[in-house]
């Protein structure tokens, strides 16, 4: 587990840009920074998995806690694995949208998509 900060350097007025990417998927190029947008055109092919979640806290922990207590309703909370600690929430069966933040997880239309886990 690791926290990322990106700052910048030097005080002036040029621009600058960052991009996170899967390990050994960029290889530098003296091109990227003296083509017009050659280093922004390239990030936005790198493959990127990100494995999070939140807290340090089990579900159970999690949920004595209501003021911090991520999972909106219509959502349930999974603890993650032991790699990564902390808890994930997940729309409930016949739901879906973003159950952490409103209007969180809405009931499927019947005649519409059923993929739950699909963002509105």
Avoid at 11 to 21: G, L
Avoid at 23 to 34: E, G, M, P, R, V
Wanted: contains cysteine; glycine residues 6%; negative net charge.
């Amino acid at each position: 587990m690791f926290n990322l900060s990106i700052e910048q350097q030097a005080a002036n007025d040029h621009c600058s840009s960052a991009f996170i990417a899967e390990k050994n998927q960029y290889t530098f190029s003296a091109s990227d920074i003296l083509e017009d947008n050659g280093f922004v055109n390239k990030g936005k092919e790198m493959p990127l998995v990100l494995y999070w979640a939140i807290e340090n806290n089990t579900c159970e922990e999690a949920a004595k806690d209501l003021s911090s207590y991520a999972c909106l309703e219509n959502s349930h909370c999974v603890n993650a694995d032991s790699i990564y600690p902390g808890y994930l929430c997940i729309c409930n069966e016949g739901y879906q949208g973003n159950p952490y933040i409103n209007p969180g997880c809405q009931e499927v239309n019947e005649s519409g998509d059923k993929d739950i886990n699909k963002p509105l």
